[in-house]
């Protein structure tokens, strides 16, 4: 069973689906300090299931937001100064990275605002999903507070430097459509049209092989390492265990048999 540490946190368990449901409308969505320690623990649990192929993060309706940032109620007491700051970067840090650092696959389902923290969320995702209704902004130099480099660089590496600097620089909102001729989201689809497309997106991905997958999305996060230190022997090894599995063997013989292969991550 997939459990919460938080009423703020939805987490839910769909056949192949995990779903990571942020839940707290009356802010529409902002990430209180409990939420930021709450997602990696959901994260997890989602990673040691089995059954689970893909994981979605997604904001209640009633928020009208996938995520709309931080709670900046919190800050005159937990980030107030650069000392304080540094303590909730950790937290917020450690959050990010258990996305970034997903073992399966993970998708962001975005409705409604998508704002500071929440698009950096979705972008540690490896896929965003929009409905035409969705609105995304970093408001940073509205604030005028700090903001790290790795995020500005995981930004600069998804849309270019170009469109990177003007997210930032203007501090606006981007429509939907902006967003994707930017490529800061992978679709864009009528609000109602979003969860059964995400769904479908979902099984398509849950069919595959997920040690290929795998091993493709550790080549993804290596090349795009800040340090630029890419672990090529972990990679290569990676590759070699598709070869060497149980799954390569079936999706040959599911091939010459005309038939869906039946992977099992082995």
Avoid at 236 to 263: H, I, T, W
Wanted: aromatic share 8%; with cysteine.
């Amino acid at each position: 069973m997939i459990k919460s540490p938080t009423e703020k946190l939805i987490a839910e368990k769909d056949g192949a689906i995990g779903w990571l449901t942020f839940n707290n409308p009356a802010r529409r969505n902002a990430l209180s300090i409990d939420m930021w320690e709450g997602i990696p623990v959901v994260i997890r649990q989602f990673e040691a299931d089995d059954d689970i192929r893909v994981i979605v993060l997604r904001g209640t309706v009633e928020a009208k937001a996938f995520i709309s940032g931080a709670d900046i109620s919190e800050f005159e007491k937990r980030r107030a100064s650069n000392r304080d700051a540094a303590g909730y970067n950790e937290t917020s840090a450690s959050a990010f990275g258990s996305v970034e650092h997903c073992k399966k696959p993970t998708i962001a389902m975005i409705q409604g605002y998508c704002l500071g923290g929440g698009l950096a969320f979705a972008n540690m995702c490896d896929m965003r999903l929009a409905s035409e209704n969705s609105r995304f902004s970093i408001p940073a130099a509205k604030l005028g507070l700090g903001y790290g480099w790795t995020g500005v660089k995981k930004l600069v590496d998804l849309i270019g430097p170009s469109f990177a600097k003007e997210i930032f620089l203007t501090a606006r909102q981007f429509n939907a459509a902006e967003a994707l001729a930017m490529g800061l989201i992978n679709r864009v689809l009528p609000d109602a049209e979003l969860e059964p497309y995400t769904r479908s997106y979902c099984a398509m991905i849950a069919e595959n092989a997920p040690l290929t997958i795998a091993a493709i999305r550790e080549a993804a996060n290596e090349l795009g390492r800040p340090d630029g230190r890419i672990d090529t022997k972990k990679l290569d090894a990676m590759v070699a265990a598709c070869f060497d599995s149980a799954d390569y063997k079936e999706g040959r013989n599911a091939f010459l048999e005309k038939r869906k292969p039946q992977f099992k991550g082995r």
